[in-house]
């Protein structure tokens, strides 16, 4: 089973996260989930963003460090939106990860991303903060990069489908979402 990290939304780490470690574990997996806000949440996506401005990415990708320092090189990366983001900034720190797992968003690709490397993205189509017009050229780049790539877009759904505290929330888009998770995860 995989040592997996995975990081919390714009938000900050709620129930979304915590019963996604839960389901991971229940199914053998080591997962952390980080809380990169150090217990403050933000109770809308303003107020999470404002939270996100007043540490710091630079802050924020520094505490992800930290918390997963006592994971193997192999741990899977993996985050929600915004974690998305700080997963792929880890990323190049860590070139054996066993696997990628960007849930609601796309996040750059380093330069030094191992050829073969399994990448799943689960984004919502359309989706306000991975429009197709910068999903397109990204999914090139990933094939140019020779990354082991899924995509799965779940059509006419919100951004955070999979989180039920959530207007967005799909029950069918996320147990679709989950279910490729643990196909993806117990390939590794």
């Not at 720190?93 to 696997?99: D, N, S, T, V």
């Not at 050829?115 to 359309?126: K, R, S, T, Y």
Request: proline letters at 6%.
């Amino acid at each position: 089973m995989a040592a997996i990290a995975l990081f919390h939304s714009v938000y900050g780490l709620r129930s979304l996260e915590r019963d996604a470690a839960a389901r991971l574990r229940a199914a053998g997996h080591q997962v952390v989930t980080p809380d990169l806000y150090e217990g403050r949440v933000g109770g809308t996506l303003e107020k999470g963003f404002a939270l996100r401005k007043e540490i710091g990415w630079a802050e924020l990708c520094g505490r992800a460090e930290k918390a997963i320092a006592d994971l193997p090189s192999s741990a899977v990366l993996g985050g929600f939106s915004m974690g998305a983001g700080v997963a792929a900034s880890l990323w190049p720190g860590r070139p054996q990860a066993a696997g990628i797992l960007l849930l609601h968003g796309i996040a750059e690709i380093p330069a030094n991303a191992r050829e073969g490397i399994p990448l799943q993205v689960h984004l919502a189509d359309p989706d306000q903060f991975a429009p197709a017009d910068e999903v397109a050229p990204w999914r090139a780049h990933a094939a140019r990069a020779a990354i082991s790539l899924e995509v799965f877009l779940y059509p006419g759904v919100g951004h955070l489908y999979t989180d039920p505290s959530l207007p967005d929330y799909d029950a069918k888009a996320a147990e679709a979402t989950w279910s490729r998770v643990d196909t993806f995860l117990a390939a590794l």
